[in-house]
């Protein structure tokens, strides 16, 4: 229908305009119509085209509008991907100095390692210099007993015994007994 209006309206105004202008041959006006209708003819084909691609008709504000919405959409998230870049160069400065702090603990704790080590050995030989020193022994005389050495020395019968590894009370004049430093 629109082509319809839009073929007469052409034709109206090239006929009356041009007759307004100047006269035409038949010959001439016939040359012009048939040009006229090759016109209109490519002009519904085109139109056909066109309504052929794109059946429904295509409202220009509203996408327009959700352009604009995309566009916004795509700036923020251009800010944040910005600030998560700034976040994250924060994060590995800090994580370089934590791992510049891991390593002096850990060098510290190696310290502390080996200390405890030299330590633990210096301790060893303060105990064993200490145990020969305390060790006591005594030789026994006739007429004692363990529970009188025991009571002399001021130590358990038992820890004597052990330390001594006797099995029974039994002990002889002579005998060699090692007293083991003040159990009381």
């Known amino acids: 229908m629109y082509t319809l209006f839009l073929a ?8 009356y305009g041009k007759t307004n202008e100047y006269s035409l041959s038949s010959y001439e006006l016939q040359l012009e119509i048939a040009d006229l209708k090759h016109q209109i003819r490519t002009f519904e ?14 409202d220009c504000k509203a996408l327009q509008s959700r352009i604009q919405m995309q566009e916004n959409t795509i700036d923020k998230l251009s800010s944040e ?18 791992n510049t702090q891991l390593i002096t603990h ?37 007429g004692d007993s363990l529970e009188k050495i025991a009571r002399l020395h001021h130590v358990s019968v038992e820890a004597l015994k052990a330390n001594n590894k006797l099995i029974r009370d039994t002990i002889f004049p002579g ?10």
């Open 8 to 15: 007469c309206t052409l034709i109206t105004t090239f006929c």
């Open 45 to 58: 084909i085109d139109m056909q085209l066109m309504e052929e691609k794109s059946p429904e008709f295509i």
């Open 81 to 98: 991907v910005k600030i998560l870049k700034k976040d994250i160069q924060q994060l590995l400065e800090h994580l370089n100095k934590v």
């Open 106 to 142: 850990e060098k510290g704790l190696q310290n502390v390692s080996e200390l405890k080590n030299t330590l633990a050995e210096l301790l060893k030989k303060i105990h064993a210099s200490t145990t020969k020193t305390r060790v006591k022994s005594y030789k026994v005389q006739a």
């Open 175 to 184: 005998q060699e007994l090692q007293i083991p430093h003040d159990t009381k």
